[in-house]
């Protein structure tokens, strides 16, 4: 328990910075985005300006000088982003080049290319293949990261999760701690694995796969056997250290230049999932509530503004309305399900089955949507809502009031207040709960608000 312990400042610090990078790139250089309606920006097309970008499938075969922030089901990047690039999708392909930064939450990411900055990666699946070039950093928190022979990372390697497989050459270092780890590539620095035991249980990823099944994506590696194994076309010019509660020097098949350092230590493969699921699930929360600000200010700003207002003025009554929504809303659904089945089984009745599968069919995909997108609110909706009042009061004299870009720069603040919040063990469900309420409370009250005044305009 001791060895988690000292491992949290440093796990609370690499979320902290990936957070960090993440709102420089955003809040640095507060521009207008460009939005494209089609989702795919042809070779040869130029586009000299920030995106957002969100639907079911993205493709970018063209040059964008600018940053590029994607939220989508899948997105194929064949062309050139001047810029950094922003991905929360379930799987993203990068075949083009890439002059800034990469950073993902998802699924999968494969890359193909060269990638002139770091790659913050927050998933279950990172593939680099031959061809992949990080000129700079990984920072890594999920289940699989897959560097294959002929890749290249320039600087170094840094992460959390269950497994790595490194054939691939490494310009510095590397820092890790996951359950199970191959190397069979070069390191030109040291090397240092925090590693699972040999003799321990995998933990089960079959909600991973089912996961994976559900998107149509590719199957996920299967799992490493928990240890660490250096092959002997391996080669490590510093020193080799690693942390477990077994000595595993029969599977260290190399003498690296700075030789070898075993530290035993008590942690168990399970208390390091346990920390790479915590800070998997942190870093994510943090690019999905990016992403919703982001769409929220582009689609809805108004509905940020006045729901923004309502928590201003009267927190106490939102928060009354929070728990209120919450009930009733979920009552809504269950009766709406009710009600679509009751239908289904009364037309069956009538008319022999003959409209019952297709009411039942349009019934439960209406159904779906609605009990979806209340979700959708509940769980990120209401966060957008407090991270942009928390933002506003954290920024209140920055001016000027009501522009886009304005509106863009204070909802990241308030979601790096948020996210800092969150990182706090004790604290951290109580802030979830809270602003789930007040986020919520808020969007009923503007909602109210909005249709009384209508109500008065038609009477008047």
Same mark, same amino acid.
């Given at each position: 328990?001791?060895?988690?312990?000292?491992?949290?400042?440093?796990?609370?610090?690499?979320?902290?910075?990936?957070?960090?990078?993440?709102?420089?790139?955003?809040?640095?250089?507060?521009?207008?985005?460009?939005?494209?309606?089609?989702?795919?920006?042809?070779?040869?097309?130029?586009?000299?300006?920030?995106?957002?970008?969100?639907?079911?499938?993205?493709?970018?075969?063209?040059?964008?000088?600018?940053?590029?922030?994607?939220?989508?089901?899948?997105?194929?990047?064949?062309?050139?982003?001047?810029?950094?690039?922003?991905?929360?999708?379930?799987?993203?392909?990068?075949?083009?080049?890439?002059?800034?930064?990469?950073?993902?939450?998802?699924?999968?990411?494969?890359?193909?290319?060269?990638?002139?900055?770091?790659?913050?990666?927050?998933?279950?699946?990172?593939?680099?293949?031959?061809?992949?070039?990080?000129?700079?950093?990984?920072?890594?928190?999920?289940?699989?990261?897959?560097?294959?022979?002929?890749?290249?990372?320039?600087?170094?390697?840094?992460?959390?999760?269950?497994?790595?497989?490194?054939?691939?050459?490494?310009?510095?270092?590397?820092?890790?701690?996951?359950?199970?780890?191959?190397?069979?590539?070069?390191?030109?620095?040291?090397?240092?694995?925090?590693?699972?035991?040999?003799?321990?249980?995998?933990?089960?990823?079959?909600?991973?796969?089912?996961?994976?099944?559900?998107?149509?994506?590719?199957?996920?590696?299967?799992?490493?056997?928990?240890?660490?194994?250096?092959?002997?076309?391996?080669?490590?010019?510093?020193?080799?250290?690693?942390?477990?509660?077994?000595?595993?020097?029969?599977?260290?098949?190399?003498?690296?230049?700075?030789?070898?350092?075993?530290?035993?230590?008590?942690?168990?493969?399970?208390?390091?999932?346990?920390?790479?699921?915590?800070?998997?699930?942190?870093?994510?929360?943090?690019?999905?509530?990016?992403?919703?600000?982001?769409?929220?200010?582009?689609?809805?700003?108004?509905?940020?503004?006045?729901?923004?207002?309502?928590?201003?003025?009267?927190?106490?009554?939102?928060?009354?309305?929070?728990? #209120?929504? =919450? @009930?009733?809303?979920?009552?809504? +659904? $269950?009766?709406?399900?009710?009600?679509?089945?009751? /239908? %289904?089984? *009364?037309?069956?009745?009538?008319?022999?089955?003959?409209?019952?599968?297709?009411?039942?069919?349009?019934?439960?995909?209406?159904?779906?949507?609605?009990?979806?997108?209340?979700?959708?609110?509940?769980?990120?909706?209401?966060?957008?809502?407090?991270?942009?009042?928390?933002?506003?009061?954290?920024?209140?004299?920055?001016?000027?009031?009501?522009?886009?870009?304005?509106?863009?720069?204070?909802?990241?603040?308030?979601?790096?207040?948020?996210?800092? #919040?969150? =990182? @706090?063990?004790?604290?951290?469900? +109580? $802030?979830?709960?809270?602003?789930?309420?007040?986020? /919520? %409370?808020? *969007?009923?009250?503007?909602?109210?608000?909005?249709?009384?005044?209508?109500?008065?305009?038609?009477?008047?």
């Amino acid at each position: 328990m001791k060895t988690i312990q000292h491992k949290i400042p440093l796990l609370c610090a690499l979320a902290l910075a990936f957070a960090l990078s993440i709102a420089l790139i955003l809040a640095t250089k507060v521009r207008a985005f460009e939005e494209d309606d089609d989702n795919y920006i042809a070779a040869g097309e130029i586009i000299n300006d920030d995106m957002l970008i969100s639907g079911t499938i993205i493709t970018i075969d063209g040059t964008v000088n600018g940053d590029v922030i994607i939220a989508a089901q899948k997105a194929i990047i064949n062309g050139v982003i001047n810029g950094n690039l922003i991905l929360n999708t379930n799987m993203t392909e990068i075949n083009g080049f890439v002059s800034g930064s990469v950073a993902f939450a998802g699924q999968e990411l494969l890359i193909n290319s060269s990638v002139a900055g770091s790659v913050y990666f927050a998933g279950a699946n990172l593939i680099l293949t031959p061809e992949a070039q990080i000129n700079r950093n990984i920072l890594f928190a999920g289940y699989n990261l897959e560097a294959q022979p002929g890749s290249i990372v320039g600087t170094d390697i840094h992460g959390t999760g269950y497994q790595i497989n490194l054939a691939g050459f490494t310009g510095h270092n590397i820092l890790v701690d996951v359950v199970a780890a191959d190397v069979s590539g070069r390191v030109s620095g040291d090397a240092t694995f925090t590693i699972g035991a040999p003799n321990i249980t995998p933990p089960n990823i079959t909600w991973l796969q089912i996961w994976s099944n559900f998107w149509e994506l590719e199957k996920l590696p299967d799992k490493l056997t928990p240890g660490l194994r250096i092959s002997s076309e391996a080669e490590i010019r510093g020193k080799l250290t690693y942390k477990s509660p077994a000595d595993q020097s029969n599977t260290i098949l190399i003498e690296p230049g700075a030789g070898v350092e075993y530290v035993k230590v008590e942690t168990t493969g399970a208390e390091k999932t346990i920390i790479g699921l915590w800070l998997f699930a942190h870093v994510r929360e943090l690019l999905t509530l990016l992403a919703f600000g982001a769409l929220a200010i582009w689609l809805t700003p108004s509905a940020v503004h006045e729901s923004g207002i309502q928590l201003r003025h009267q927190p106490l009554k939102a928060f009354g309305w929070g728990i #209120l929504s =919450l @009930i009733l809303g979920y009552v809504a +659904i $269950v009766v709406i399900l009710g009600l679509v089945i009751v /239908l %289904g089984v *009364l037309l069956a009745i009538i008319t022999l089955g003959g409209l019952a599968s297709a009411i039942l069919g349009v019934g439960i995909s209406g159904w779906l949507t609605i009990a979806g997108v209340f979700t959708l609110l509940v769980v990120y909706g209401s966060k957008v809502i407090v991270a942009s009042w928390l933002g506003d009061v954290t920024l209140a004299r920055l001016r000027p009031e009501g522009t886009t870009h304005r509106n863009l720069f204070v909802m990241m603040v308030g979601i790096g207040i948020y996210m800092v #919040l969150r =990182l @706090i063990p004790v604290v951290s469900p +109580i $802030v979830g709960v809270i602003s789930t309420l007040l986020g /919520l %409370g808020a *969007l009923a009250m503007a909602f109210i608000s909005r249709r009384h005044s209508k109500e008065q305009m038609v009477e008047s």
